[in-house]
Every structure is written in C-alpha cells, then in structure tokens.
C-alpha cells in the first residue's frame, strides 16, 4: 500500500532548542495532515496543507508543503515541555482513509 | 465543535471474552467512523471503516469476524472484540469528520488489556 515515511523516530531536544519532523513520499499528495498525540492520549488536528509549497503557522509551529508535493515537515521554535509527544503526518490517498506517517516522538530535557 | 466520544477510555477481560467499544459524535452526524489500533510506541494503523447503515469495510489483515462493526445511526458506531486475547491487547482508536473542511476528530481511545 501507499505509504508516507516520517522521520526521525525520535528527537530530544533541550527546552528552548528548535524542532522538526519531516514527511516523504514517493507519489505526489493531494493533501497533507499533521497530528500530536501526547503520551497516552488521542491525536489531535493541527493543521491539512493542500496547496503546492504552502506555508502555515501557528505560533510557534511552522507547517510546510514541499514545491513537489511529496514531501512536508514541521517545525517547532523554541520548544516548551508543552511540546512533548509524538507528531505525526498523515494523507488522505483519495479515499477518505488517513494513512498515518510513523511519527516522531519528541523528548524535552528541561 | 466537532467532538468525538469514546467508551470505556480502558477495560480489562479475560481471555474468550467480548468487549465492546462505543464511539459517538456529539455534535455533528457521522455517516463514516474509522477505526485504527494502536500499539505501544507505534503509529495508527486502519482497521476498518465503518458505514451508517451497511456493512464495514475492512483494512488487509483485519479479521471481520473478531472485530465486529455496528453503525447504526448516524451518531454512534461500535467495535466489538470477539473471544478476546492477550495479543488483542492494544489501544484502540475511533475517529470521524465533521465535513471536507475540517480534520479528522480522534476519540480518547480504549485501552484494552487482555489477561
């Protein structure tokens, strides 16, 4: 099946220390989701990029959709023990099932 | 808006048991729930997508018999686990979509633990 590699597995980063996870895929993505989960909850909509080198932000996050569209990350300025857990990416294929990237958990050391 | 409500958030069973898994959209209708497992430090993975008033369809792998889908009205969708066993031990995950503008809406998740 389709799928969408996420890498790294794992990041820990000191607080304060920048951030960022990135996605790929071999096909082109009509659409691009990202979701935390924090330890032992559920995952969390943070945002869908669709459009071809689309940048969004909130906050402290920042959200990229690469020129090809193949390809997306996530970046988190000056990380918070509020960022701790796992981020992942995740792509509709075209039929409304979400296909989850193998996320990235993230550590602070504070 | 947008929630999605899951019971029981854990549950424990004794192996040869069922156990059944509620999910509820509260405040919109939901003509498709998914359902995903997920294992300790690992990603979602789709089990089945469950439709209001047929069948559900199943990921590759996922047998139909032992995860047993309702979804009877446009709110409320149902997992059962058949003759339950430790290796069905997971956390299990419901989501649902309020419209194409919107993410998806995860449930809080069951814990399920299999003894």
């Known amino acids: 099946g389709q799928q969408v590699m996420q890498i790294p597995q794992y990041q820990h980063v000191q607080e304060g220390e920048d951030f960022t996870t990135y996605c790929n895929s071999s096909?082109?993505?009509?659409?691009i989701q990202w979701y935390k989960q924090r330890p032992g909850g559920h995952p969390v909509f943070l945002i869908q990029?669709?459009?071809?080198?689309e940048v969004k932000k909130q906050k402290r996050l920042t959200f990229q959709f690469g020129e090809a569209k193949k390809n997306s990350s996530l970046h988190i300025t000056a990380t918070q023990t509020t960022d701790v857990g796992t981020y992942f990416c995740?792509?509709?294929?075209?039929?409304?099932?979400?296909?989850f990237g193998t996320g990235t958990r993230l550590t602070i050391i504070p | 808006g947008a929630v999605v409500s899951q019971h029981p958030s854990w549950v424990i069973c004794k192996s040869g048991t069922s156990v059944k898994i509620e999910c509820r959209s509260l405040?919109?209708?939901?003509?498709?729930m998914f359902w995903y497992r997920q294992f300790p430090k690992q990603s979602l993975m789709l089990m089945a997508t469950?439709?209001?008033?047929?069948?559900?369809?199943?990921e590759q792998g996922v047998e139909k018999d032992k995860f047993l889908i309702n979804h009877a009205s446009l709110t409320l969708s149902t997992l059962t686990v058949t003759s339950a066993h430790p290796e069905d031990s997971s956390f299990y995950i419901c989501?649902?979509?309020?419209?194409?503008?919107?993410?998806?809406?995860f449930g809080s998740g069951t814990r399920l633990t299999v003894v």
């Open positions: 989501s649902a979509r309020a419209g194409s503008n919107y993410g998806y809406t």
């Open positions: 096909t082109t993505l009509s659409n």
């Open positions: 990029l669709v459009k071809s080198g």
């Open positions: 995740a792509v509709d294929f075209g039929n409304e099932k979400l296909t």
């Open positions: 405040d919109f209708q939901a003509t498709t």
């Open positions: 469950s439709n209001e008033g047929s069948k559900a369809t199943y």
